[in-house]
């Protein structure tokens, strides 16, 4: 109606679109479409009024739902690469899966067939509806939990497809019964037969068991216990020393020098001790098998204690403790070790203050 009071032929997939990104707002819906007029004069279509409402592709999100549910894990990972080949950001489509099977777990939940048009294409909500037939909640559900999963514990990732790739074998792999494979791989019960006991063993028997009864009893065995040796006064000690250890690195290897200042002990054991960074480029320049050495030689030479050295990052520390522990310097000479610093001496600069 307002078109044609505008005199603007508009496409009716357009038209469609505008009424799902208002959501049934008349005034949202007028405001759309004011700016697709803008943009596109009078005569609007599809691909020009995308550029201001961008569609989902449901087709693409269908089909990963689809190779999910039917368990086809090969065609999925295969599936997911070609995107990640084709530039797609793959970050951004686990977020637009996981709201587009969200929108399929609250139709399989409501029924809603309605809402289901309106959120999706007409074509690819007809595909859902005769999908999710066979599908529980919790087996939707779970899709959702394992990306948003899988997600998280990835984000630090060099391959970006890899939250993916993981989610979609643990969601796709066979079910291992693992009680029904240890009935099945134990050997049967033999059947007991109960055979007529002999006269002679029945006479004997309660002597046997006078005979049980007057018997001392034997005192269990003292075993010596081991001393558990605490790791604490080896930490103590390697923090005590953790100046001393980083400024005897500094001559040799200043770049792993300046790594280190920004990094803190966070706990030994009797066989390693592990140092955390709160950024990630510290830990990558530090963790060389060289470097390795390097900080476990000058450990044993100091502390007297050959421990293998582990490295990981550690969001909680602030720089409040690499003052405390990262400089041999006095206390009135501290200076606040930051990025910027590290950053120039890991490239071999310096940071200059005009």
Not at 69 to 92: P, S
Request: hydrophobic fraction near 40%.
């Amino acid at each position: 109606m307002i078109c044609g009071l505008e005199g603007v032929s508009c496409e009716s997939e357009v038209l469609k679109l505008i009424a799902k990104y208002s959501g049934g707002c008349v005034r949202d819906a007028e405001s759309l479409l004011e700016q697709v007029i803008s943009l596109s004069g009078k005569n609007i279509n599809l691909s020009q009024a995308e550029l201001i409402l961008p569609r989902h592709n449901f087709d693409v999100l269908y089909s990963l739902f689809e190779y999910i549910a039917d368990k086809q894990m090969r065609q999925a990972i295969a599936f997911i690469n070609k995107l990640a080949a084709e530039g797609v950001d793959t970050a951004k489509f686990i977020d637009d899966f996981v709201e587009f099977v969200r929108k399929i777990l609250l139709y399989k939940i409501s029924s809603d067939e309605v809402q289901l048009l309106l959120d999706i294409e007409e074509e690819v909500a007809q595909k859902i509806k005769n999908s999710v037939k066979s599908m529980d909640v919790e087996q939707i559900s779970r899709i959702i939990k394992k990306f948003l999963e899988y997600k998280e514990l990835f984000k630090n990732s060099l391959i970006p497809q890899l939250a993916a790739e993981i989610a979609i074998v643990d969601l796709t792999q066979a079910v291992y019964n693992v009680s029904q494979n240890l009935s099945s791989s134990l050997p049967p019960t033999p059947r007991q037969i109960n055979e007529p006991q002999k006269v002679a063993e029945s006479t004997t028997a309660p002597k046997q068991e006078e005979a049980k009864k007057e018997e001392p009893a034997l005192s269990a065995p003292v075993v010596a216990q081991k001393e558990i040796v605490s790791p604490l006064p080896a930490f103590n000690s390697v923090i005590s020393a953790w100046p001393s250890i980083i400024e005897s690195l500094r001559g040799d290897y200043y770049k792993l020098y300046m790594s280190l200042r920004m990094g803190k002990p966070l706990f030994c054991d009797s066989a390693s001790l592990c140092i955390g960074f709160i950024y990630d480029l510290h830990r990558k320049t530090v963790d060389t098998p060289q470097y390795r050495q390097a900080i476990k030689e000058k450990v044993k030479a100091i502390v007297g204690i050959e421990l293998d050295i582990l490295f990981k990052i550690e969001q909680n520390l602030s720089n409040a403790d690499f003052l405390l522990s990262h400089t041999a310097t006095p206390e009135s000479q501290q200076k606040k070790p930051d990025l910027a610093s590290s950053l120039a001496a890991d490239f071999g600069g310096e940071v200059v203050v005009g």
